[in-house]
């Protein structure tokens, strides 16, 4: 199983970056993905998911911005960030939600850092 985040980097707020995560090593149109995020100096924190069916759930801190979506012919998921803050700033991951919780997840990728700045 492997999972490769890509589309972070620096912006302004209130401007705009799609992330990608690249899925392969198991039937990903069956598997819901998560995507989650870890700011400086805090812990994981859950951002989205979207499960087999297409519907997709999201934190409150980031409903309304942030758009997951998932193309299962290229076995991608992206997590469209608008409207982005400073406190959006985090290494996001995505993982396959094998768990209960985060920190119960097996399948990780390394991560892509989001740095929102002026």
């Known amino acids: 199983v492997q999972l490769v985040e890509s589309g972070g980097g620096l912006v302004q707020p209130g401007g705009s970056l799609r992330l990608s995560c690249v899925a392969s090593g198991f039937t990903f149109s069956d598997s819901a993905i998560t995507w989650a995020r870890q700011a400086p100096g805090k812990g994981l924190e859950w951002v989205s998911g979207?499960?087999?069916?297409?519907?997709?759930d999201y934190a409150d801190s980031i409903k309304g911005r942030f758009t997951i979506s998932r193309d299962n012919a290229k076995n991608t998921v992206y997590l469209q960030m608008n409207s982005l803050k400073p406190e959006d700033t985090a290494v996001y991951y995505c993982?396959?939600?094998?768990?209960?919780?985060?920190?119960?997840?097996?399948?990780w990728g390394q991560g892509t850092q989001v740095t929102v700045s002026s």
């Open positions: 979207i499960y087999r069916d297409g519907s997709a």
């Open positions: 993982a396959i939600p094998d768990g209960l919780d985060l920190d119960e997840y097996t399948y």
